[in-house]
């Protein structure tokens, strides 16, 4: 089964408007923590937001917000006020605490585009 | 501060020929990892060392090899090239075993095989 996915493989959205991008996960793990990353036409992993499993309160970077909800398993990422140069690969990703390796396991990603 | 580091950025290789991918991280991190992206997928984990003199595979190691002999160096090899190792690889580090600590990505390489 798949631990993370990511439904959406392409989105728009108009700039200054906000957009949703889905993450939804699975995991017997009740600790662990989900990421997002940015990956621009340029190729490098940019990390963008973090939430752990205990957090009580979403997660906020500016203008990044992570929706959580838990009983869902869902950890979508909210982008506000979108500009041209959020046009990229978006990566959701998770880490869980027993997994000795640490790493983190990747959806397919979604890829936005921001019309001006 | 460098961060992660990768060498080379791009390269062509012939079936059946070897490489090494250099990864080098100047951060202190105990954790470093090698994940491949195929095109229009996410990362999958190649191998991954916990501290130097320890590595361990990850999901897809078939075709590769790895060795950590300082904290800061963690190379890929390739054996006997195949198409199928046509992909971008990225190296990358983290600080401690928490799931709150991020990943530290080098810039990737870029490497097909013919």
């Known amino acids: 089964a798949q631990k993370i996915t990511q439904t959406q493989p392409g989105m728009f959205v108009q700039e200054k408007e906000a957009v949703t991008l889905d993450c939804t996960y699975d995991?017997?793990?009740?600790?662990?923590?989900l990421f997002w990353y940015k990956q621009p036409s340029s190729g490098e992993m940019i990390f963008l937001i973090y939430?752990?499993?205990?957090?009580?309160q979403n997660a906020t970077e500016g203008r990044y917000s992570l929706n959580f909800q838990k009983a869902r398993k869902s950890a979508n990422l909210v982008i506000s006020a979108s500009q041209l140069g959020d046009s990229a690969m978006y990566f959701c990703?998770?880490?869980?605490?027993?997994?000795?390796?640490?790493?983190?396991?990747f959806g397919s990603g979604t890829r936005l585009l921001v019309r001006p | 501060n460098a961060g992660v580091t990768q060498t080379p950025k791009f390269r062509i290789l012939k079936i059946g020929q070897s490489m090494t991918l250099q990864c080098t991280q100047d951060?202190?991190?105990?954790?470093m990892y090698w994940y491949r992206q195929d095109p229009g997928m996410g990362l999958k984990l190649i191998y991954y060392?916990?501290?130097?003199?320890?590595?361990d595979k990850g999901e897809v190691p078939n075709g590769y090899n790895v060795s950590r002999s300082t904290t800061e160096d963690f190379p890929l090899r390739l054996e006997l090239a195949a198409p199928s190792q046509t992909s971008v690889y990225f190296c990358?580090?983290?600080?401690?075993?928490?799931?709150?600590?991020?990943?530290?990505f080098g810039p990737g390489t870029r490497l097909t095989v013919l």
């Open positions: 951060m202190n991190h105990n954790y």
């Open positions: 939430q752990g499993s205990y957090d009580q």
């Open positions: 995991t017997s793990d009740p600790s662990y923590g």
């Open positions: 990358a580090s983290s600080y401690e075993r928490e799931t709150y600590n991020e990943q530290f």
């Open positions: 990703a998770m880490r869980e605490a027993m997994d000795s390796s640490y790493k983190l396991i």
């Open positions: 060392s916990v501290g130097a003199g320890i590595t």
